[in-house]
């Protein structure tokens, strides 16, 4: 606003601008930044802003859980001020990838000790960048799979303890997949069906080929089938064939790995009689 003389009168000059989309579009920014921050905020996963020499900027709850203590506790610690040593240095192995290529990096599995506990983790690095397309920072996004993790151990030791045992088995057994293929046989049911050694193992075989012809197997996977899905096993004596094409009279029990699956492998007994 301004004073104009003209003369003996006297003006005044005033601009008006229009500032209501730019008063929107802020609070539509505020509106925004503020419901990322109660999303980062409230997470399940551990979300941090790292500088570029790994050195906290902010924290969420989630971190908070995990480190015990306050989120804004951990501004300005270094990353081996929260993490195990080994994990820290990871960490800043990978904020020094990221900073060389400018790509975000995932860590499917990621192990680190925290407070004397053990820890798995799938952990994100996202590089965040400046208006001139710079990286002013780091997030690390770090998801707790723990529990999924000890899930998957206890059944691989599970497994190698069933394997354990079939193996030691004199029965000849073994795993088959929904296609009727071997996944696995112990050396008894190698020595039943391959006296000879021909084969250096019978995994990858198909079961099929130890049955007289293709219509003796579908008649009998159609009733082992059936049979199972009502008992959830199958048991009876059959007649199959050695690789040498010696016909041998066997008890074949049958029974499904996961009754859960509408297509599930099996686990095959097999008794020469």
Same mark, same amino acid.
Request: net charge neutral; glycine share 6%.
């Given at each position: 606003?301004? &004073?104009?003389? &003209?003369?003996?009168?006297?003006? $005044?000059?005033?601009?008006?601008?229009?500032?209501?989309?730019?008063?929107?579009?802020?609070?539509?920014?505020?509106?925004?930044?503020?419901?990322?921050?109660?999303?980062?905020?409230?997470?399940d996963?551990?979300?941090?802003?790292?500088?570029?020499?790994?050195?906290s900027?902010?924290?969420?709850?989630?971190?908070?859980?995990?480190?015990?203590?306050?989120? @804004?506790?951990?501004? /300005?610690?270094?990353?081996?001020?929260?993490?195990?040593?080994?994990a820290?240095?990871? !960490?800043? /192995?990978?904020?020094? *990838?990221?900073?060389?290529?400018?790509?975000?990096?995932?860590?499917?599995?990621f +192990?680190? $000790?925290?407070?004397?506990?053990?820890?798995?983790?799938?952990?994100?690095?996202? +590089?965040?960048?400046?208006?001139?397309?710079?990286?002013?920072?780091?997030?690390?996004?770090?998801?707790?799979?723990?529990?999924?993790?000890?899930?998957?151990?206890?059944?691989?030791?599970?497994?190698?303890m069933?394997?354990?045992?079939?193996?030691?088995? +004199?029965?000849? @057994?073994?795993?088959?997949?929904?296609?009727w293929?071997?996944?696995?046989?112990?050396?008894?049911?190698?020595?039943?069906?391959? +006296?000879?050694?021909?084969?250096?193992?019978?995994?990858?075989?198909?079961?099929?080929?130890?049955?007289? /012809?293709?219509?003796?197997?579908?008649?009998?996977?159609?009733?082992?089938?059936?049979?199972? !899905?009502?008992?959830?096993?199958?048991?009876?004596?059959?007649?199959?064939?050695?690789?040498?094409?010696?016909?041998?009279?066997?008890?074949?029990?049958?029974?499904?790995?996961?009754?859960? *699956?509408?297509?599930? /492998? &099996?686990?095959?007994?097999?008794?020469?009689?």
């Amino acid at each position: 606003m301004s &004073y104009i003389r &003209y003369g003996d009168k006297e003006f $005044i000059s005033a601009f008006i601008r229009d500032l209501s989309d730019r008063i929107a579009k802020e609070k539509s920014l505020h509106e925004n930044e503020y419901k990322y921050r109660m999303i980062v905020e409230n997470a399940d996963a551990v979300i941090m802003f790292l500088s570029l020499d790994g050195v906290s900027l902010s924290a969420n709850r989630a971190a908070g859980r995990l480190f015990g203590g306050k989120p @804004q506790e951990f501004v /300005g610690k270094s990353l081996h001020d929260l993490w195990s040593p080994e994990a820290a240095d990871a !960490l800043i /192995g990978y904020i020094r *990838q990221l900073r060389n290529t400018g790509n975000a990096i995932s860590i499917n599995e990621f +192990p680190a $000790i925290i407070n004397g506990r053990r820890y798995w983790f799938k952990v994100n690095l996202q +590089p965040i960048k400046d208006t001139d397309g710079n990286i002013s920072c780091i997030q690390v996004l770090a998801d707790d799979i723990t529990s999924l993790k000890s899930a998957q151990e206890n059944i691989i030791q599970f497994e190698q303890m069933y394997r354990a045992i079939l193996a030691s088995s +004199p029965h000849g @057994q073994c795993m088959i997949n929904p296609g009727w293929n071997i996944v696995w046989a112990n050396d008894a049911m190698k020595g039943i069906f391959d +006296p000879k050694g021909t084969l250096l193992s019978l995994e990858k075989e198909s079961f099929k080929q130890f049955f007289e /012809g293709e219509e003796e197997f579908e008649t009998y996977r159609k009733s082992s089938r059936a049979a199972i !899905l009502k008992k959830g096993c199958d048991r009876r004596d059959v007649t199959l064939v050695t690789l040498d094409g010696d016909a041998i009279k066997c008890n074949l029990s049958l029974v499904r790995m996961d009754p859960s *699956q509408t297509a599930p /492998g &099996y686990v095959a007994t097999i008794t020469v009689q």
